[in-house]
């Protein structure tokens, strides 16, 4: 258990002692009008990170069950469905047109992304545990509720729109409340939260694949709703925030984040990676299938490439604790783009298996660092609404994304169209990081 050596001032709230760090009570609340005493004190508090600790490594895994139940299950897994569903529920609906279940949903689709802006704003006003909790349930019962669904406005509506909403809820509060508990060890930590990520792409589509032939789609879907069950049971547990709530001026926008040039083109290239980066996990299965894998080897590399964005993801966390995460996001972002032009170009089970490999690697570096510019662009005061008005923003590209290269695949008939393009966004999103990065430096090198 940690012992802070500074506990929170008294008179941070009229008449209230605050109690220790680790159990400030959920929605506790500062009043509207901030004064600049309370403010000195709260920042002298923000000081003093822990960095590490129980308490602080229980949030970590907490953290980590929340990526695994959202990006692991809701994004990664989608390929599983996808697939199932072009195949054998929805064989009359057109793949862009089942792309958008997909793209309303998850993972870097719109709505895990979506309620960031709302969400992040509650986390600084203190409203925590109670919003997590109540979008665990709804997550949790949206998965189950997927299995009995027959029809594509009931799985547009259940796995696409709710599913993602609770999903957004959860992992925006997840990722926020890091920064109450480290600051030195910010990207490691990102970096181990986002193995969740690989660990969810790893084992639901293995276990759709191993479950579907034997006991059907409707209890694989409910296979996974237990795993979910579980995973956000223990989450519930354990994540905890460290800081008193600030009621910070401005609302629920904090329009003065964008004065800052850094802050409003990385938001740009938000918009542009998500439009490209998820073109060839979505589609993988499929195109395996198209150039003459088994059906029951294609799953298995959608669950390769999230293996190997595991290591990639905890690579990149230790790498920007030493040279700064814009050093490490933009070559391994590149090396996605560019594999993006080269995966409709494999067509052996070897080549598909090395691009898997490599794009997983490459990805899940962005992906796992993806929130770590905009926290450090501001104070921790702050952090839930400025890194919940980018994720609300790059939700745009995350809606578009897939269903234009399902488009495209549909009048071109193939994925070579839908690689060069989803290839190009991501390489001129790259070039924006290239920009911000200069920007938030004010020269060519160093640490960022």
Not at 188 to 212: A, C, D, E, M
Not at 260 to 283: D, E, F, K, R, V
Not at 286 to 309: E, H, K, P, R, T
């Amino acid at each position: 258990m940690l012992k802070e050596k500074n506990p929170v001032p008294l008179g941070v709230e009229h008449g209230v002692i605050p109690p220790a760090p680790e159990t400030i009570r959920d929605d506790q609340k500062l009043p509207d009008k901030t004064s600049q005493d309370i403010t000195d004190k709260y920042a002298k508090y923000a000081g003093e990170v822990p960095d590490g600790g129980f308490k602080a490594w229980s949030v970590v895994l907490a953290s980590m069950l929340t990526t695994f139940c959202t990006f692991g299950y809701v994004n990664s897994s989608w390929g599983v469905f996808q697939d199932y569903y072009e195949r054998v529920l929805l064989p009359d609906k057109s793949p862009s047109t089942i792309a958008w279940i997909g793209s309303v949903q998850a993972g870097p689709y719109t709505f895990i992304y979506l309620p960031a802006l709302a969400t992040g704003r509650l986390f600084d006003l203190g409203y925590f545990k109670i919003p997590y909790f109540v979008a665990s349930c709804g997550l949790i019962a949206c998965t189950f509720l997927t299995a009995e669904c027959k029809q594509y406005w009931q799985l547009l509506l259940v796995q696409g729109v709710f599913t993602g909403l609770f999903s957004g809820i959860i992992y925006a509060q997840a990722i926020s409340v890091l920064s109450h508990w480290f600051s030195k060890k910010k990207g490691i930590v990102l970096g181990i939260v986002s193995i969740g990520t690989s660990l969810g792409g790893t084992l639901f589509p293995i276990t759709g694949q191993k479950l579907i032939p034997h006991v059907g789609f409707q209890w694989t879907v409910r296979a996974f709703g237990f795993m979910v069950l579980f995973a956000l049971g223990i989450a519930n547990l354990v994540i905890d925030r460290r800081l008193p709530p600030v009621n910070v001026k401005g609302g629920l926008f904090n329009l003065s984040a964008f004065r800052n040039p850094a802050y409003t083109i990385y938001c740009i290239s938000g918009i542009t990676c998500l439009l490209g980066l998820y073109t060839m996990l979505t589609y993988l299965p499929v195109s395996a299938m198209a150039v003459g894998m088994s059906d029951n080897f294609s799953f298995y590399f959608l669950a390769i490439a999230n293996a190997a964005s595991a290591l990639g993801r905890l690579s990149a966390g230790f790498l920007a604790d030493r040279i700064g995460p814009l050093n490490v996001m933009i070559p391994f972002t590149g090396v996605a783009g560019i594999l993006t032009f080269a995966w409709p170009y494999a067509s052996s089970q070897g080549a598909l298996i090395g691009v898997s490999v490599i794009y997983g690697f490459a990805s899940g570096t962005y992906i796992s660092l993806l929130v770590a510019p905009p926290m450090a662009m501001g104070d921790v005061g702050d952090v839930g609404r400025r890194v919940g008005m980018f994720l609300t923003i790059a939700a745009l590209g995350a809606l578009l994304g897939t269903p234009i290269s399902g488009m495209i695949n549909a009048r071109t008939g193939g994925f070579k169209d839908p690689g060069f393009y989803a290839g190009a966004i991501v390489m001129f999103s790259v070039l924006l990081l290239f920009v911000v990065r200069y920007l938030h430096l004010g020269r060519l090198y160093g640490k960022c």
